[in-house]
């Protein structure tokens, strides 16, 4: 007696373990990208530059309680010293209140260009 034999069909691949594999990495990405928002406008920050340039001529200095100086002049009459037009360079206590300074400003107006110095670690 012949039996017919069942036809056997070949298994395929199940693809299961590589959704898994994806679902993983796609999770793993997830919980590991830092997600920004874009900045609201397209600035392009000052760079500064060290430099062996000459010294330069109006150097306001402002301490920690506000007391200015420009050369041997204090206070109001340092102030008034600043020439019209030009640079003048601000040292400034890194102790100053930024409201200070802020408030000192519009007092510096008359001159074309302000500089903050600073120093370089």
Known sequence: MRF???ATRERRES???MINVVFLLLVFLLLTAQMAAPPPLDVTPPVASLSDAAAP???LH???DGSLAL???RGEAALAA???GGAVYL???ANLAATELAALLPRLAKADQLH???VAE
Do not use: C
């Open 116 to 118: 903050l110095i600073t």
């Open 82 to 84: 600043i020439p019209s």
């Open 4 to 6: 017919a034999q069942k």
């Open 15 to 17: 693809i299961v373990p």
């Open 91 to 93: 040292r400034v206590d």
């Open 62 to 64: 402002v301490a920690a």
């Open 71 to 73: 050369n041997d002049l």
């Open 57 to 59: 001529e109006t150097v």
